[in-house]
């Protein structure tokens, strides 16, 4: 079957056919030759009844000795019988040209991209009009969890202010400890929410902090959580001068490492916190004798809980991974399953010095 580009070239090669046998129609015998009429977007000639050439451009052979129309790869031709008797004593006068598909490719081509524009435009189209109830739920959440933690934080507030001053005008007992301990376990899990909501919105600012006082008084402050599980948090800490960080960042680091160790660990274990200074780097390592972790790979994801009933939102240490990426700061993990983990977190040495 014929394409559309072979028709409109048997077309032009028939129109041209008609002006050959013209120009060879108004020939004058008296006429000292006949100038045989050349194109350049095509070739000719006359040939005798054996289809031997009586005068012909065409440099190549004729494989169709009858008249029609032919393709030979990209080349086409037209034979067409001529009375017999008649100019110059030819019988057939055949037309080649080379068939160029570039014109229909561009044609294809621009519709496939007119096709593809429209497609484009159309799934945008669909895809924000399906989107839109989606987006307006997220604002919705977003909203309400903003919200939430802002109403949240006034009555913790409250509880531990109370705590506080309960302890300090009567002797302390074991339920004001647990609530006391349960309160600062809500703090963490707020200050992470807190963190995530308004990290991309706030400037961080860094400052030079003394990373033992700042380790002893997360440590202090975690001593309750620890002690209700009868787990005893052992300090080793030596100097190692000022880390040059944003204090919340700091804090996040340190207090999601303690809390995920005291969350983990076995009752009446010890967890061992470690500062030192090592090839002017400080090191900062959160060992603990628990539950371990089978995939230490997909910890630092966010929402990813190794024990979903731990309980936690599995954020913690994605926030820490964050920080430390943004901070260079080194991370190493050992973990074992039933043996317990060790974080060790290696700060650069740019972002220390000594006191």
């Given amino acids: 079957m014929k394409n559309i580009h072979s028709i409109q070239n048997e077309l032009f090669l028939k129109e041209k056919t008609l002006l050959i046998i013209k120009e060879m129609q108004d020939y004058n015998q008296n006429d000292e030759y006949f100038e045989y009429p050349r194109f350049n977007t095509f070739e000719s000639g006359i040939y005798d009844e054996k289809f031997k050439p009586i005068f012909t451009l065409i440099d190549t052979p004729i494989r169709y000795l009858k008249n029609g129309y032919y393709i030979d790869d990209n080349r086409a031709y037209l034979i067409v019988k001529l009375p017999k008797g008649r100019y110059f004593g030819a019988r057939y006068l055949v037309l080649k040209n080379e068939i160029s598909y570039a014109p229909v490719y561009e044609k294809v081509l621009t519709i496939l991209f007119t096709i593809a524009i429209f497609i484009f435009v159309l799934s945008l189209f669909f895809l924000k009009t399906f989107a839109r109830p989606f987006q307006q739920m997220n604002r919705q959440l977003d909203n309400f969890i903003k919200d939430s933690m802002h109403e949240i934080n006034t009555p913790l507030s409250i509880i531990n202010v109370n705590i506080d001053l309960y302890n300090r005008k009567n002797e302390t007992n074991k339920y004001m400890q647990r609530m006391k301990a349960a309160a600062k376990v809500l703090s963490n899990i707020y200050n992470d929410m807190d963190y995530l909501i308004k990290y991309e919105r706030l400037n961080h600012d860094k400052r030079d902090i003394n990373l033992a006082e700042f380790l002893k008084e997360r440590i202090d402050y975690f001593n309750e959580v620890a002690r209700m599980k009868n787990i005893k948090i052992i300090s080793k800490i030596r100097e190692c001068g000022t880390v040059h960080m944003n204090d919340k960042q700091l804090q996040r680091l340190i207090d999601n490492n303690i809390s995920n160790a005291v969350k983990y660990s076995y009752d009446n274990s010890n967890i061992v916190v470690s500062l030192y200074k090592k ?60 043996q317990g983990s060790k974080f060790l977190y290696i700060f650069p040495s740019f972002s220390t010095k000594d006191i």
Avoid: T
């Fill in 279 to 338: 090839d002017d780097k400080c090191h900062l390592s959160f060992r603990d004798y628990g539950v371990g972790i089978d995939k230490v790979e997909k910890i630092f994801k966010r929402y990813y809980r190794e024990n979903i009933s731990k309980g936690g939102f599995g954020i913690g240490l994605n926030i820490v991974k964050s920080i430390i990426n943004q901070e260079n700061i080194e991370l190493q993990v050992e973990s074992l399953p039933k």
